[in-house]
């Protein structure tokens, strides 16, 4: 079984756009990762999502990896945009747009995916 | 935690800020939106100027005194 680290790395890479958030799209537990969540939906963004609540662990290393100290982060094409804030404030002067038209293209689909971490 | 300590620590981490504002959005200590403008975020990227007030905020941020933060900053040019 891959290690944690690993699996968050996977999907940062892998994924078009990746939200760490608390809960998933169906049932959010947190009103910025709301935030992240609407603000990418506005820009028609393809989300993939991954709950880091079911384990604390799970915080800790995707911090130590992205050197982002809260929950949501946003990731585009394994890059970090930032927390809800930043998904809000580029969304608000178009970035958000502009750099996703420039990552997956204009084209891009809306699909919402959520993926569990398997755990030790 | 008091909205003002968040304040002072800013206030040492970035003493050139034109503008510093913390507030405690839910009067509980622990949610807070802070909004700073400094000459030192001039063409710097948005991710970066968080960066920054993350990084002042480390201590408070990993020991859980501070549970939610929300961040507004702006250059000055």
Redo the contacts between chains.
Sequence with gaps: MKTLNEQIAEVIENEPVAVFMKGTPEMIMCGNSQRALRALHAAGAPVTTVDVLPDPRIRQELSTLSGWPTIPQVFVKGELIGGADITEELLASGELDQKLDESLGTERTQDVKTVALELA | MEAETIRIVLQQAFPEAVELSVEDRTGTGDHFQVTLASPSFDGLP??DQ??RV?QAL?AP??DGSIH?????TKGTA
Aim: proline fraction near 0%; charged fraction near 30%; hydrophobic fraction near 45%.
């Design positions: 948005l991710l968080h960066r993350n480390a941020l990993g939610e933060l929300r961040i507004k």
